[in-house]
């Protein structure tokens, strides 16, 4: 698989990995295994993602400080001052926003749709603080906003080269990611089996819409799952941060995975008005 | 052609002089966040500013929290210290989200 692409200082290769393509061909046939409601296909898509994501993390970890990082982006870039990897990262933002536009744009249209008379499915939305629990939802939100300073403050710590840190604060976010997670966990439980909340039924003698619960936790679940995907991202940056594995030069994970969890932490934003407070 | 590898890699790996000297402002965003969260859920508490009328108290919702989201882009995500190009490929989203909104007006409007 080696061959010789873009070159690091000292002459060294650009050794190509099988992992993305390991984790691609697991991500087919899982989907295979979606779309035929195939248990087992499922099972295996997921085992062969999880062996590919596994090999990737354990290859990488054994490659501290590795020039390949900053050298390759270098000299993969073809725009001015903006590495391949951020671009390709921005870019993927992108598809994100979309996917997020169109969970929360058909929830407002279901929304505004079931509220006009002749509607099948009859019944108001349940007005901000009726069902759901807002202040703590508020915690939540400060959490996720303290989580992006950390963030933040990690990645220049490792700007100015300070090892202790950029372990410290990459530790503090992870902890408040699983902290939100932990305190959304909690109030999935008690809305589901408190209060009633179900994705096809509101919370007896409310009368609000049967769809209310199934738009809620549409859109707070898939967010729920990119920040699980965020900290385990943040898991991995934490560990290699602890093994040394970045540099003052050289660290350009941590402004990525920085970036894709500023990015949960701004669709949290409008998530927290959209679906808590209006 | 290595070295010249090697010198691009630095410029863009490592912040200039002036950029690590400068102070980013990312406490008093921080501070500004967490006061604008404060302030969204007064607006939306029972009983206090009762005043507010229903409609603009959605689209005073929905400016904060655009604000909000503004500054984490800008400060957080670093789009203010990057290249001026850079910020085309979000503000494309953003394009295509504006198609996605009237699209889905329209068919609210005419079911």
Known sequence: ?278 | MTSTAAETAVAIRVPTAGETSRKRPYIPVFGTLAVVTALELAITTPGYFPALEHTFRIVLLVVLSTIKASLVVAYYMHLRYEPRWLALIPLAGLALVAVLVAALIATVAHP
Not at chain 1, 86 to 92: D, V
Not at chain 1, 176 to 193: D, V
Not at chain 1, 258 to 267: A, Q
């Open chain 1, 1 to 278: 698989m080696a061959h010789p692409g873009p070159v690091g200082d000292e002459g060294e290769e650009h050794h190509g990995s099988p992992w993305p393509v390991i984790i691609a061909v697991g991500m087919g046939i899982g989907y295979v295994g979606i779309v035929s409601a195939s248990i087992p296909i499922l099972l295996a898509g997921v085992a062969v993602f999880a062996g590919g994501a596994g090999g990737w993390v354990h290859d990488d970890l054994q490659r501290p400080s590795s020039a390949f990082y900053g050298l390759a982006a270098a000299v993969e870039s073809k725009f001015p001052r903006v590495s391949g990897r951020k671009l390709a990262l921005w870019l993927f933002l992108v598809t994100e926003i979309m996917f997020f536009s169109a969970i929360i744009g058909a929830s407002w249209t279901l929304r505004l749709r079931t509220t006009t008379p002749g509607a099948t499915f009859q019944g108001p939305w349940a007005t901000p603080g009726e069902i759901l629990n807002v202040p703590l939802t508020g915690l939540n939100t400060f959490i996720l906003i303290c989580s992006s300073l950390t963030m933040v403050e990690a990645l220049a710590a490792i700007e100015r080269g300070d090892q202790r840190k950029v372990r410290y604060f990459l530790l503090a976010t992870l902890l408040l990611g699983i902290t939100f997670l932990s305190i959304q966990a909690y109030e999935y439980q008690k809305l589901y089996f408190g209060e009633g909340l179900t994705f096809t039924h509101a919370p007896l003698g409310t009368g609000v819409n049967p769809l209310y619960g199934a738009t809620f936790f549409a859109q707070t679940g898939v967010h729920g799952s990119h920040v699980t995907a965020g900290v385990l991202a943040l898991a991995y940056t934490t560990r290699k941060a602890f093994k040394g594995g970045f540099t003052k030069e050289n660290h350009e994970a941590v402004e990525l995975v920085g970036l894709y969890w500023h990015f949960v932490d701004v669709v949290w934003i409008f998530l927290f008005t959209i679906v808590y407070l209006i």
